[in-house]
């Protein structure tokens, strides 16, 4: 079994800054693509970020320059820290992970319950 655990979403005013963190764990044997993804009230998800197992990173336009994705692999953990936060960044942001296990060596997408990220003033 492998779970993902997201945790420092909140509520911030505009302009603010959050780290969003994601934790695997379970039986383990390789996670390769990680990213973040966001939906909003009415909302289709959409893609945020992601980063490969080299930590090469891509983001959607429009938080390019504000929001940076990392990941520190002996923890199994990926971040998104975002900057400048803006009323539209407001969502319920999942983080998503690739992850071959011990027992299924194919990899497979494994999704966080989401933490809300609300930006209000």
């Known amino acids: 079994q492998v779970q993902l655990v997201e945790s420092g979403g909140g509520l911030v005013q505009p302009g603010g800054s959050l780290r969003l963190s994601c934790a695997a764990s379970g039986s383990i044997f390789s996670i390769y693509a990680m990213g973040w993804y966001r939906q909003a009230p009415g909302k289709q998800r959409e893609l945020v970020a992601t980063?490969?197992?080299?930590?090469?990173?891509n983001y959607v336009d429009s938080v390019k320059g504000r929001f940076t994705i990392s990941r520190e692999n002996a923890k199994n953990t990926v971040y998104l820290q975002m900057n400048d936060l803006k009323p539209e960044d407001t969502a319920v942001y999942y983080c998503c992970a690739e992850i071959a296990t011990m027992r299924h060596t194919v990899p497979y997408d494994y999704w966080g319950q989401g933490t809300q990220v609300t930006v209000s003033s």
């Open positions: 980063i490969t197992s080299s930590s090469t990173a």
